[in-house]
Structures are given as structure tokens and as C-alpha cells.
């Protein structure tokens, strides 16, 4: 518990944005606000908390961005806080501001740095943000909703000239070594095969098998999803040219994936998440990362969270295997 009254509170994003993380800013900044607290954003995350570089956030100040993607806040990596300098330079500028606070937003990353200013005494809540949707202690992570979304879009747009050409395309998604976002993809787009890094891949089954089925039974294209955790998908097209003799288009999705205005559900969880954050801090409690379970909001402990790994649901996963199996 924390002995001090709340007065002003900061909010960071760091790591890879994702969309949703406006969302999740807003929402710090007004519920704050509703609280008579002031709240400090603090831009390029732990390097502007390092280097005070700070801007008051108003509910004038965050009107509007929940529509926008990115972050306004800009992220970027920091070697220098991830040293004991470092930290202590963090530290002493959540004094110097007089920061009674923070709220993290971002992945795995994000939240050690969170976990190392709770130790030092600095009361933090992290917020799950990645499109990597890879975060052990949560259900769903901000941004995931939006890249699927965007990945199908531009996958829908392939299958237009792949079916007119009578062709295999072969596209990476994002997903770190997580296999999420290709499973949750590759169902929607009605993938021919999807390849994840949780799953060992049997080449001729999983992918060549695949395909002369498709064509067997009437399908003039092919669609092969693979998740970046797997390997480069232009080794997968080399290898399908090899056994085939069909010259696949390999298309990288890349970061187009982190862009975009947030989707409805990434808007509305963001939104959640971010109340849920002061609500925490303004309870006394510390060094908590915000959850989303069976659409419910909870929270648990930084340490904790972070030992624990969010495996690939066996039943959307095997949802795509009957999908792809014939």
C-alpha cells in the first residue's frame, strides 16, 4: 500500500507501439483528470523519462486521439535504463517531477523497466500493448485486433490478382515468436496452409500436400501464411518453387501491421485498460500489470507476469488445421 496521496501521475509508451495506444493515454490522462490529479506524458518512453522530457496531459490536451494510431507520446528503445545508471537517473527524475505514479504501456520489455522503478520506490502499472497479442498474464494485448484487421485487408487484396494469375502467394506476418497473429489471420483470409513457430513444420504435409489438394479440388491459388517466428518466407517460396516448380510471390507485411486508426475492440479494451491503471494506482497498489480474462479486468504481479508465457490456443489452432485440411 502507498502512503502518499496521488497529485500527479505519468504515462509512457515503449516498446513497438501498437494501435489502441492513443486509446490507452486518453483514457490515463482524463481519468486522472476526474480525479483532480494532474498526469505528465512522457515522450520516447524510458529515454524521456531519463532526460525529462515531459508534456502536461488535459483532457483538452488528448481530445481526439483516440482515433489515431501510433502513439503520440513517440517510443523507442533505451540500453542506458536497462543499466543501474541508468535506472537511477529514471528514478530521480520521477522525483524531481514529482511523480507519484506511472503507467507503462507496452510489451515484456516495458514492464521490467516497470518492474525496476517499483523496486526503487516509483508505484507502476503496466499496460499491455503489443499486436503481438504474446503477453502470458492477459487474454488479449492492445493493438491485436487492429494488425489482424489490417493483415486481411491487404491478404484479401492479393487474392484478387493471385486468383486472376492463377498463382501461390506467400505472406509474413508479424508475431515475434508468437504464431497468434498468423492463426487468427490465416483463418480469416481462408489460408491453403499457416505456419507458426509453437507448431514443428512437416514441409511436405503441412505446406506441398496442401496445395495439390487445393488444386485438386478446383482451387487455382494458393495462400501460405507464415508467422515471422518460423523463418524468412522467402526461403518458404524457394522451397515451394523447388518442389513444385510454381514461382510463389512472397509478400513481408512489415510494420504496415502497427499502423492504422484502432479498430472498435482495440479502442474500447485500450479504454478500459487505461482506467483500470489509475483506478489501481489511486487503490495504493504498485507494481501491477493490467489484464483482460474472460472479458473481465484484473491485474497481477509485474514479477510474476513476466515469467509466464501465453501459449497458442490449441482450439483456434486446430479450428485452422480443419480448415486447411482439405
Do not use: W
Not at 502507498?2 to 490522462?29: C, E, F, H, Q, Y
Not at 490536451?61 to 502513439?71: E, K, L, S
Not at 515484456?108 to 503477453?135: Q, S
Not at 478500459?272 to 484484473?298: D, K
Amino acid at each position: 500500500m502507498l502512503d502518499k496521496k496521488i497529485a500527479r501521475i505519468g504515462v509512457l509508451t515503449s516498446g513497438g507501439d501498437a494501435p489502441g495506444m492513443n486509446a490507452a493515454i486518453r483514457a490515463v490522462a482524463r481519468t486522472a483528470a476526474a480525479h483532480g490529479i494532474q498526469c505528465l506524458g512522457i515522450r520516447r518512453g524510458y529515454n524521456g523519462l531519463i532526460n525529462g522530457d515531459v508534456t502536461e496531459l488535459g483532457p483538452q490536451n488528448v481530445a481526439g486521439i483516440v482515433t489515431r494510431g501510433g502513439t503520440i507520446l513517440y517510443t523507442a528503445r533505451c540500453p542506458e535504463f536497462m543499466t543501474e545508471a541508468g535506472l537511477q537517473k529514471g528514478v530521480d527524475s520521477c522525483r524531481y517531477l514529482g511523480i507519484d505514479g506511472l503507467v507503462a504501456i507496452g510489451g515484456d520489455g516495458t514492464f521490467r523497466g516497470a518492474l525496476a522503478l517499483a523496486a526503487h520506490g516509483v508505484p507502476t502499472i503496466g499496460v499491455p500493448g503489443t499486436i503481438d497479442n504474446d503477453i502470458g498474464c492477459t487474454h488479449y494485448s492492445i493493438g491485436f485486433d487492429t494488425a489482424c484487421n489490417t493483415a486481411i485487408a491487404c491478404i484479401d487484396k492479393l487474392r484478387d490478382t493471385m486468383q486472376s494469375h492463377e498463382r501461390c502467394s506467400v505472406v509474413e506476418v508479424m508475431g515475434r515468436n508468437a504464431g497468434h497473429l498468423a492463426v487468427y489471420v490465416g483463418i480469416a483470409v481462408g489460408a491453403t496452409a499457416i505456419l507458426v513457430p509453437e507448431k514443428e513444420v512437416e514441409f511436405e504435409t503441412d505446406v506441398i500436400e496442401k496445395m495439390r489438394s487445393a488444386r485438386i479440388h478446383g482451387r487455382n491459388h494458393s495462400i501460405i501464411i507464415v508467422a515471422e517466428g518460423v523463418g524468412r518466407a522467402t526461403d518458404i517460396g524457394h522451397r515451394i518453387l523447388e518442389e513444385t516448380g510454381m514461382d510463389p510471390r512472397v509478400t513481408i507485411l512489415g510494420h504496415i501491421q502497427r499502423g492504422g486508426s484502432p479498430t472498435a475492440r482495440d479502442r474500447v479494451t485500450a479504454s478500459r485498460m487505461g482506467v483500470y491503471a489509475v483506478e489501481t494506482l489511486l487503490e495504493g497498489r504498485s507494481n501491477r500489470v493490467v489484464c483482460i480474462r474472460n472479458g473481465e479486468m484484473c491485474d497481477h504481479d509485474i514479477e510474476e507476469a513476466l515469467t509466464m508465457k501465453r501459449d497458442l490456443q490449441e482450439s483456434m489452432y486446430r479450428t485452422a488445421l480443419a480448415l486447411t485440411s482439405v
